[in-house]
Nanobody, 126 residues
Framework: VQLQASGGGSVQAGGSLRLSCAAS????????TAWFRQAAGQEREFVAG????????DYGDSVKGRFTISRDNAGNTVYLQMDNLKSEDTAVYSC????????????????????WGQGTLVTVSS
């Protein structure tokens, strides 16, 4: 099983980016998936998650109203649309899968996730 995150880059404050997390060896539609981020010198932070049931999503307080998580119908890719980016959004973003979450639950604690992709760097300049 592998997760591949992409779409990071440099953007000015107020701009947008869309991150993608592609899976090989699993279907996202069978598991809860989340994006976490880690800024330099800080702990890993929950950003957004989507449950096995794609109707259930959750967001970290700092990104609510600006970021949107979604999943393609085939269940192969999870996206994170990031709008109105701020300098404090600068971090390495990683996607992760929880094999055991029940259908409508989105875990927000990193230790509940079983598989992690490599990170993609997002840099927002003010």
């Amino acid at each position: 099983v592998q997760l591949q995150a992409s779409g990071g880059g440099s953007v000015q404050a107020g701009g947008s980016l869309r991150l993608s997390c592609a899976a090989s060896g699993l279907k996202f539609s069978r598991y809860a998936t989340a994006w976490f981020r880690q800024a330099a010198g800080q702990e890993r932070e929950f950003v957004a998650g989507i449950a096995r049931s794609a109707t259930s999503t959750d967001y970290g307080d700092s990104v609510k109203g600006r970021f949107t998580i979604s999943r393609d119908n085939a269940g192969n890719t999870v996206y994170l649309q990031m709008d109105n980016l701020k300098s404090e959004d600068t971090a390495v973003y990683s996607c992760a899968v929880d094999y055991n979450a029940i259908v409508f639950r989105v875990p927000t604690v990193p230790t509940e996730y079983d598989v992690w992709g490599q990170g993609t760097l997002v840099t927002v300049s003010s």
